[in-house]
């Protein structure tokens, strides 16, 4: 049997020494096959992604066959939020890191206990720790009641292992076994059918939550002690090292870069959305890890845990990323699991995922702005108002901070707008078509008219990217959609559903999970790639499909590379073209400055050091008027009063003096 190795490099070979050379050749002609293909449609897409250029004469449309086969081993989720439980009540865990300003990264983890005051300083140094720095971090808690919101927790369509254990929640729900039988919170319950009765799920409404009974001790779920820790005054693009209290290990990242003038380092950024928890989301940040680590933060389009109002899954969502996200910071927009179905998860998802709205000015967490290398990237809520609401008109904030944070874009530094937000206008499946319709009417032309290059969004469990388009159709100086929402949580892959025929709009689509890489070059070209995350053989057991096993021939379609598993499936060279399109160009120059210097973007701080300075020199110039009015005052005074007979021979009276500046006589003067 052929093994790929648990990383298939770029022309890799997938034989042993069973198959000998002529699998070998074999394996070699298809993956130069394969290889073909992928330039092919990197070649084709990118006449189509060509801006400036007539796209409705060339946009081409691709449907990949590949389907990701529906079974799969489940994480073993519960045990991993044992994993959280049985560490030493002091240990840092589930850690994580989140860009909040610029220079800036906040490290977010979790302990058992809280904290001493003293204990809570955060050690980060560079140079090998020469140059060490301190932050304090600050702690929370937080209370919810334990809830049941999506019927996937417990007939997963992927797998067998359901997220939720039922028998554990029979166990939690039934109160007799040890209340009094005569409370008002005594409740007998015995099966599962007593917690969620069989048609709960498919009655009206069907967006509801089964939720334990707020009387019920164990139906209250206390998290743990959640620390954040701003690591400030960071410079971009070094090597941190940062020991948590309660323990000696040191963890590293590398600072973001910021803007600069410019600039033609190229900035990378990995994506991924709807990640959840399984043994595919495993295997999509693993990929991250592996394959684009070096990029300089991940974005997230939304539904991160797939907790589902089952807030344990939050620890046990935080332990499995913590291998990633310790070291690699994260920006995230919430989804509909993050903030919707009634709010359930909206708690824990704010307690534990900062981002950088403070710094940008927003007046919420839940959007945001933040300038990385050659990019302003702005995280937007799907789930805020963008237009006047039914209550009283004032009902969009977002909106209003949107428009000033677009006005507030330097090109010259940040030529690259990108926009991210979980539910995509641009669709063509019918899970969740058009469910954005109505943010997408009252925001599109926004975006078009401040000349934003790329919209990245999650939801639709499926990988799709658009051409250039501007309601319904296509526009080259548009921005491209590119929708990722198929991180491998447990609700399974759309891709059996698209709609038929593919909508001009639609440039590539694909049923599979995965993450996305894109590059920003320089002011006028980047590249994207969708990779997905793995290809094996789809075998009758549900073991092997997400080890790196099997036979790859077996799972091949076009334009399938699955004999390069992690290899890109879809890649595009995206342009800029500000002479085509002017919008393109579009951004305050307000922020200019010569040279190249590092760009700091505004923030609070700096407004509050102006006005210090500004204070300061009125100060100063108050005490000089005053001190020089004095002055003249006594000699005024001196001059005024001083007896006649004290005057020598001499004319002592200064007449310029006297004259010019106060205009008093020299009744000496002949
Ligand atoms: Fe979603």
Redesign the pocket.
Known sequence: MSTCPSRCPHGSTLTDARTGARATRRTMTRERRTRATVVALALAVMATGVAGGDASAVASSVTSSFQRPDAHPAVPLMRRGRETAETARGTPTQVHLAPTASGEVTVVWTTREALKEEDKTVEYSTDGGREKHYAKATSDSYTTQLCVGNPTAFAPRMGQTPAVDGDALVRLANTSAWADSDAANYRVVTSIEDVIPSGFWSQRPTDKAACLGYSNPDAVYHSPIIHRAKMKGLTPGKEYAYVLPGTTDARTFKAPMVPTKHSKVPTKIAVVG?TGQTEVTQEVLTHVHNALGDSEVLLHT??LSYADGFAPRWDSFGVLGEFLLKSMPMLAVP???DVAQNGMDLVSYMMRYPSPYEASKSPSQLFWSYEVGQAHIIGLNSYANAQTGMFDGSDTPMTSWLQKDLESVNRHYTPWVIVVF??PWYNSNHGHFKEAERARKALEQTLYDAGVDLVLN??VHAYERSHPVLNYGLNDCAPVHIVV?DGGNYEGPYGKSWMEPQPAYSAFREGSFGAGSLVIHNDTHASWEWRRTTCVANTTTAETYFRKVGDASTCQSFPDVSAQAMEPVDAVVLRRDVQACPNKAVGSAKRTSDGGTPYVPESNAPSLYTAIIVLVILWLATSVVLIRTLKVMREMKTRMYRSPGLLSGEDEFDDEFGESAIGLKDFNAP
Do not use: S, Y
Request: proline content about 0%; cysteine-free; hydrophobic content about 0%.
């Open positions: 709807d939304g539904d989804g509909n699991h979980h539910t999650g939801h929402g």
